[in-house]
């Protein structure tokens, strides 16, 4: 299996632009986190699906982010609109079995909002 | 709700010196523990995990990582580090009932040649 592989590995964008990061988790794994990760906050997890579905959006900052999973072999991050503070890299991880196993991560997602 | 805190947030080094790095977890439960790697520039990687049995537990790279329930603490060292080893280091908690990665702030290791 080639890992976790997110899309696009850079993206700089205008405020107020739509952005779209995207993720295809390691085949079988049935557990998928998204993390962001800044130098002020750390690694921060936003959320996690169990079989597509999502358990967990509490760490979602605020309404203008919004995840989905639509089969399990894909999910999407999106902002709408983009402000500057959502500058950071965004990670996607994935786990067979969550608690029980480790998390493997994507290279992540490097975003730029000016 | 799980926590973890990584004590040291910037550690500089010089090779062959030793290397421990702390961390401490707050939940009464049963946990799994994990310490993570991650190079300048890359994804994170698993360095060493803790499941069960040996409280002492051996990584990749020369790493290991020493479980004590009652400091709930999972400490990561390495006797000789190296220039390659400057990274940031990671330490995680999944708690067996929340199913939730927590990660503390990290580690930021330099080691000068």
């Known amino acids: 299996d080639a890992g976790v592989i997110q899309s696009p590995r850079h993206e700089v964008t205008e405020m107020g632009q739509e952005v779209t990061l995207r993720c295809k988790p390691i085949?079988?794994?049935?557990?998928l986190f998204w993390y962001r990760q800044t130098m002020m906050r750390g690694l921060e997890l936003l959320i996690y699906?169990?079989?597509?579905?999502?358990?967990?959006d509490s760490g979602m900052p605020e309404d203008r982010f919004s995840a989905k999973m639509p089969n399990a072999s894909f999910s999407t991050l999106k902002i709408q609109p983009s402000e500057p503070r959502d500058s950071a890299v965004y990670f996607c991880?994935?786990?067979?079995?969550?608690?029980?196993?480790?998390?493997?991560f994507g290279q992540g997602t490097r975003l730029t909002v000016v | 709700a799980q926590s973890v805190s990584q004590h040291n947030h910037h550690v500089i080094l010089s090779e062959a010196a030793s290397l421990e790095l702390g961390c401490n977890y707050s939940?009464?439960?049963?946990?799994?523990l994990f310490w993570y790697v991650q190079y300048p520039g890359q994804h994170l990687q698993l360095l060493l995990k803790?499941?069960?049995?040996?409280?002492l537990v051996k990584g990749i790279k020369g790493f290991e990582a020493e479980f004590i329930k009652s400091k709930f603490s999972f400490n990561l060292r390495k006797p000789s580090v190296q220039w390659s080893d400057t990274a940031e280091y990671f330490c995680?908690?999944?708690?067996?009932?929340?199913?939730?990665?927590?990660f503390g702030r990290g580690t930021s290791l330099i080691v000068h040649p």
């Open positions: 803790y499941f069960s049995g040996d409280p």
């Open positions: 995680a908690v999944n708690a067996h009932r929340s199913y939730i990665p927590t």
């Open positions: 991880a994935s786990s067979l079995r969550g608690a029980d196993t480790e998390a493997f």
């Open positions: 939940y009464g439960g049963t946990v799994n």
């Open positions: 699906f169990n079989n597509n579905v999502p358990i967990d």
């Open positions: 085949s079988g794994h049935d557990y």
